[in-house]
């Protein structure tokens, strides 16, 4: 079984959010067409509360996108992006939910960031998908959405990890930072996965 995860197709990351991801509109009709050619949907949702550590506003005289040591991992701050129950953490309206079968909301720790769908960046938690997936069956993911080189790169290195062939489609992802995708790309190649 073939399962498509689409991750974080949300306001914030989309033009005129508050962590917009250039062109991230663009993915949207895509995602759409391609839902056709899976057996399951399931979407990741990130969803923080409103004083998560990632947000460069909770540490005084940081600015979005500097780097600092959160409890011994390293942490990007952010923008303050999709909190829970904003309009930007919303689903875009113009995305198919309609076959999408599970949420694996993720984020929802203030301590911890959480870029991929399986796990925190700790690697403590476990959101259940991987579970999920193998009772259903599923033994081959696509991985598509927002932001190619943070939550959809982790969450496809997570799925290589927990054993399924997996897929990143190019042409259904954007990147924050475009240059650090390419990298990223490469890892996740020498890893085993596939570009499609
Ligand atoms: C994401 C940064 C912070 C993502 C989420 O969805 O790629 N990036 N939170
Ligand atoms: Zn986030």
Redesign the pocket.
Known sequence: MKALII??VQYD?LPGGS?AVAKGDEIIPVINYIQKDYDLLVATQ?WHPDNHL?FASQHEGKLPFEVIDLFGLEQ?L?PD??VQGSYGAEFSEDLNMNRVEAIFRK?MERNI?S?SGFFDNGKRKDTGLAGYLKARKVDEVHVCG??AD???YFTAMDALAEGFKTNIISKATKA?DKGAFMEKKNEFIQAGGLLL
């Open positions: 991750v974080d990351f962590l990130d990632s990007v952010w992006h999709c984020g960031d870029y927002l932001a943070y939550c959809v924050i």
